[in-house]
């Protein structure tokens, strides 16, 4: 079947439908992993969004158990060609079924490169994929320059706290979207970690009494998520050891008084290098995100920039003065991307006293 996918400055693309037969509006962005499209999709963090896959193929080894949460969350799905024939010996179905069951809609056989050059030039834009032959530009338009994220947060987020057991460092893991190789990060280096729905109380997860706080990475525009950023401002506060991961990087730098803003088109990919300050080193990040902090808004006496973006010089990291606050822009937890800046936990467990 036909697939259309129609674009805010009306350029349309004409493919073939993959996934559901629904149609879908969202804001469309590009991802340049070459391997991991599993992992992109069930990254909570693109909900409210459909994601373009730069890489030529995708799903060559289907569906696998590397999933990041417990389904898919973009809106849609862009891609050049989807494999017929996925083959792996850990493959439990093909991406074909995958996106029907999650009744997710998307389009195959476009010109991803072309597409993404307009990302790139005009800047991340509004979309639709529609299987509808008939489409009027006329009326779609305005419904495309309408839409906006919204607040996604509460959508992914989950619903109760569950410990993963360990013998290690307490974390009390706050859930914006959290991606599931966070919580498996610091578990595989002996910590015990309580997941928190993105909603708890500032004064209940001080009140657990946990050796630390980790913010999660998350879906949407940080400066909507006013209610976290006041109770983040409490954790600050406490003097409990906290490492943010992107979103989580954002709401800390906005509880404290710093302003973010909306990339042109973001960082999505996972060879985007970013440079320790601390030491000049550079490592190849594993990145998803649309809005930094602003580096003219950090104030000195409460945070120093930690880690730039070698590409484009925008802020990637802070350490917070005189507290054991440490928050990155990128993703050490990786999943999918190179695994340089693990590390980040073991910094994470050291200034929490250390596992033993
Ligand atoms: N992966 C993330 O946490 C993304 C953070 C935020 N939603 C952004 O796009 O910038």
Redesign the pocket.
Known sequence: MKAFLILEDRTVFTGTSIGSTRDMISEIVFNTSMTGYLEVLT?P?YAGQAVVMTYPLIGNYGITPDMESKKAWPDGYIVRELSRMPSNFRCEGSIQDFLKAQDIPGIAGIDTRALTKILREKGTMNGMITTNENYDLDEIIPKLAAYT?GD?VSKVTCEEKYTIEGEGKKVALMD??A?NNIAKSLNQRGCEVTIYPAHTSADEIIASKPDGIML???????ADCKDIIREIKKLYDSEIPIFA??????LMALATGAT?H??KY?HRGGNHPVKDLSNNRVYISS??????VDTDSIDKNIAAPAFTNVNDGTNEGLTYVGKNIFTV?F?PEACPGPQDSGYLFDRFIEMMGGNK
Do not use: A, R
């Open positions: 990254d963090s994220v996604v914006f979207g991606k999660s990475n998350g879906p949407g525009d940080p991961i992107c979103l989580g990087h954002q973010t909306k990339l973001g990145q998803n995100h649309g809005y930094v822009q993703h």
